[in-house]
């Protein structure tokens, strides 16, 4: 709860940049449950699932419309290099350049089953690298590229 708590103090007052949290690839899903949670705590404000709701697939065009700042790429019991080798599920999507967050280069791959997947204590890191990245803040110990890197938005990079 402390934890949580840094984390909240030190985001209040920043701009919340809209995030799409994708957990599965094909067909896409976004991450629901506690993610939405950690999404807020960390400074962001969550689109296409909400607080404790379960989730079912989305469109491409649902992501589009949501125009998000920041996407979170986590797919459930993915490590981050399985989700890379598979980044093509997404960078061949029409439009994918055209987002905002591929635009400003905001997008992540994340450790998923460790962070964001289960739940447990270690939701609690997932908040403070999510805050890290979002808002560069220090909260708790530095990301390391285990827990989050950027993702190769661009198809062919």
């Known amino acids: ?8 103090g030190s985001v209040a007052g ?9 957990e599965w690839l094909d067909p896409l899903w976004p991450a629901g449950h506690w993610v939405p949670d950690q999404i807020t705590t960390a400074g962001g404000e969550p689109l296409l ?5 379960h989730t079912r697939p989305m469109t491409w065009e649902a992501v589009r419309a949501a125009r998000p700042e920041a996407v979170l790429v986590l797919p459930c019991g993915f490590p ?6 598979e980044r093509e599920l997404l960078t061949r999507l029409p439009g ?62």
Not at 14 to 22: C, E, H, Q, S
Not at 115 to 121: L, S, T
Not at 130 to 135: C, G, N, V
Request: proline letters at 12%.
């Open 14 to 22: 920043r701009a919340r940049p809209r995030v799409v949290a994708i």
């Open 1 to 8: 709860r402390a934890r949580l708590e840094r984390i909240r």
């Open 96 to 157: 994918w350049t055209d987002l905002p967050a591929v635009r400003a280069g905001r997008v992540w791959v994340l450790d998923g089953p460790a962070y964001f997947n289960r739940p447990g204590p270690r939701v609690v890191r997932g908040a403070e690298v999510l805050a890290r990245l979002l808002h560069g803040v220090p909260a708790g110990d530095p990301v390391t590229a285990a827990e989050a890197r950027p993702f190769p938005a661009v198809p062919g990079r």
């Open 80 to 85: 981050p290099e399985r989700t890379l080798r």
């Open 49 to 53: 699932a909400a607080s404790g709701a």
